[in-house]
């Protein structure tokens, strides 16, 4: 017998990139609780196969989030809105600087004045700006909490830009928060992994879960004593409305992710274990990988007392589970070893 339809709620929500890794997973919450779900997204690095091909409550734009915006009727009001779009991944922003400064900063401002000038009949859509570990910068303590200073390399070094350009939108959003009573919330994402997540744009797990599939060298930038913490996005997402659910979150900035450091070594090891691969681990200059001049961080993990506190996060996924997940996500899409190409 199908199951019986989850009943519908009178919210309509906003996710913008809402077709991308930590989106889709996102809207697929939403749906499940009952919202209407519109979708906008550029499919730059996004896919419209993350979401349902058809669902009645789910309405897909294709656009540039700026165009569409403009282009929603003036009765177009939503109760909720996330804010996920944005030019992801460091060999991206490597690659085209100035698209991604433009994309995190123009987006993210047009967005927010979007939900000042819609309002609701209770005032102005609770929103929610996607956030990054990467405004920590260089980290100067260990682990980074939401009121640490920071310190950037110099802007002669592009990776830095991005960091810049996300701790820009936040400042945006806390400033509509004091100017306009806008109910936002930031939070910084760590490492999020987990099905979906592709590895073309330079995120290390689908990286090596796919040359582990296919029996590839796994490549190392550095010696691999660099370490991360992996959050799953399926503990992940479901944080997102919760905040963004209680009143008191409002004008407040929150950590989400793992706290378990892993080094990024280990982390190929693991791949390989847990997959049974066969893959050699080669070890690749960062100059090689990047060029010249990129600076990376020895550690990044993140103090999760406030969203603990706040809404009782606490990560129960595996990254064993997350690897098998993922490489399951993946194997759709990448031949394993001695398949035909
Ligand atoms: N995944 C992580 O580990 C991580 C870590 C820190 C922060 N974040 C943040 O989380 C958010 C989602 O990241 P993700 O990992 O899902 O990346 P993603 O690339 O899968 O998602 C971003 C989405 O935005 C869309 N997009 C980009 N520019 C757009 C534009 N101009 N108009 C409309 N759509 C546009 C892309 O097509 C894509 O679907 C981003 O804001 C990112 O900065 C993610």
Redesign the pocket.
Known sequence: MAPAPTPASSRHCLV??G?????SHLVGLLLARGDRVTV???????RRANLPASHERLRFIE????EALHALGKGEVFDEIYH??????VKLVIADPIRAIE?NIE?AAALLRFAIDRPTARGPAPTLI?????VYGKGLRSPFREDDDVVYGPTTVSRWSYACA?AIDEHLALAYHSQYSLPAVVVR?????GPR??GE?G?VLPRFVAAAIEGRPIEVYGDGSQSRCFCDVRDVAPALPRLLGDAACHGRVFNIGAETPITIRRLAETVIETLGSRSPIVHVDYAQAYGSGFEDLAARRPDLTRVREAIGFTPAITLEQTIRDLASSLGATAPLAGSPR
Not at 19 to 23: H, N
Not at 40 to 46: N, Q
Not at 130 to 134: A, C, N, Q, R, Y
């Open positions: 913008t990139g077709a991308g890794f930590v989106g906008v997204d550029d499919l730059s690095t996004g656009a540039d989030l700026r996920l779009a944005a030019a992801v991944g994309t987006q996607t956030s990054s570990s990467e996300k994402l760590f490492n999020t992994v997540q592709a744009y995120m």
